[in-house]
Each structure stands twice: as structure tokens, then as C-alpha cells.
């Protein structure tokens, strides 16, 4: 599998605000170069704080690429997957539509309950790990379900997790030209951090749009 991780941030690396307040950080072009990403995608993975927070559909946008998909014997929409240890998405949640597959990851530490009224909402339970989703386990299941090219956009606690597990294989970022601060916003990679054998990325790319930057990573 292919693990794809896009984002968008502020020039100090913030996501959002220090209240979890989704910001406008990219335009026109940037929405357009994302809706791109999705329609190339198989799957498209965030973390249940991105879904708690902003309640995404994280389907194609753009008509032209669904038919295109479509022509393609794709999916109009690429699956919709969640990283989501305790199983606390909401039932009603946006990407439990109709739209397209849903794929929950769950530890086995999520109730049972919960896991029950998300099946019934129409979400497919993949558990993998104790206490915490074990990535690489999940995605191999993913994997073997014919997902071969994932995008994750985030937020920063999954990123981390994603690059702690050696599983990352392209990085795109956005850097737009505001400044959020706050050391309580969340930022690109959270989670516990790293304090050795950090990441190393090859920058291969470097493209203007709307009034800020993408850098294109791969990992060495």
C-alpha cells in the first residue's frame, strides 16, 4: 500500500487554533489540488479528533473526477476511513452517508456498543491493537480489501503515528501565509514526538499556489 499524507498549515506549522477551530489556511487552487489527491486515492484516512472537530464528507468535491472514477469501474468517492481507538464516532457523523464505504479502526478496547451502533450506521469495524489502533495491522487488512493508495490528512496525533510506524511514503504540506501560534494549537505532527531517529525527508518539489507553498517529502 501506498500511504500518501497531505495537510495544510500555518507558516508556524499549526493545523488550527489552540481551541481546535478550523481555520482557512489555503484557497481556491489548494481545495482544488486536495479534491485532485482524493480522486486518486482509494481510501482517505483521518483521525476521530478530525471528525469530532470538523465532521468531513472527505469525498470528491468535483463531478468531473466522480464520473471519471466511475468510468474507471472506481467508486464515484474513495472509502472513508477512521482511526478511532475507543470507537467514539459519532453515528450520525457526515462520512457514514451513503456516499461511500466507512471503515472504523478500532482497538479492542472499544465497547462493544459502540462498535454495534456504528455497524448499524453502516461503518465497517476493522479492529487491530490492545489499547491504541495498531496502523500497520489495520492497513494490512485495508490492503487486503483492495485499498492500495491511501491519503491521510490528519490531524497531527495520526501523522505522528503514521511516521512511527514507518509508514508514511509522501508528504505534501501547504504552508499558508498566516500565523497561528499557541502552543496549545495543534501543529502537523503531534502526538508523543520524537527525541531520536527522527524522520528524514528529501524535499523533491516545490510549488506556488494561491498565496502559499506546497512542499512535496518523501522519506529517505
Known amino acids: 500500500m501506498e500511504v500518501v499524507v497531505n495537510a495544510a498549515t500555518s507558516v508556524d506549522g499549526k493545523l488550527s487554533t489552540r481551541e481546535r477551530r478550523q481555520v482557512r489556511i ?11 489527491l482524493r480522486a486518486a486515492a482509494d481510501a482517505v484516512l483521518v483521525g476521530v479528533g478530525t471528525v ?17 472514477r466511475l468510468r474507471n469501474g472506481r467508486p464515484a468517492n474513495p472509502a472513508r476511513v477512521v482511526a478511532d481507538s475507543r470507537a467514539r464516532t459519532p453515528p450520525d457523523a457526515t462520512l457514514l452517508d451513503d456516499d461511500a464505504d466507512t471503515y472504523l479502526l478500532v482497538s479492542a478496547a472499544a465497547p462493544e456498543r459502540r462498535r454495534d451502533s456504528l455497524r448499524e450506521a453502516g461503518a465497517t469495524i476493522v479492529e487491530a491493537g490492545e489499547d491504541r489502533v495498531d496502523l500497520t495491522a489495520a492497513l494490512d487488512e485495508l490492503e487486503a480489501d483492495g485499498v492500495a493508495r491511501l491519503l491521510a490528512e490528519g490531524g497531527g496525533e495520526l501523522i505522528y503515528s503514521l511516521f512511527d510506524a514507518g509508514l508514511v511514503d509522501e508528504l505534501s504540506v501547504f504552508v499558508g501565509s ?43
Open 178 to 220: 498566516l500565523v497561528i501560534g499557541g502552543r496549545e494549537a495543534p501543529t502537523l505532527v503531534d502526538g508523543e514526538g520524537f527525541v531520536a531517529d527522527f524522520p528524514a525527508l528529501d524535499l523533491v518539489d516545490v510549488d506556488r499556489v494561491d498565496d502559499g507553498v506546497v512542499l512535496h517529502y518523501r522519506p529517505t
Open 26 to 36: 489555503s484557497g481556491e487552487g489548494d481545495f482544488d489540488r486536495v479534491d485532485r
Open 52 to 68: 469530532l472537530a470538523d465532521d468531513p464528507h472527505l469525498g470528491v468535491k468535483s463531478e468531473d473526477r466522480r464520473v471519471e
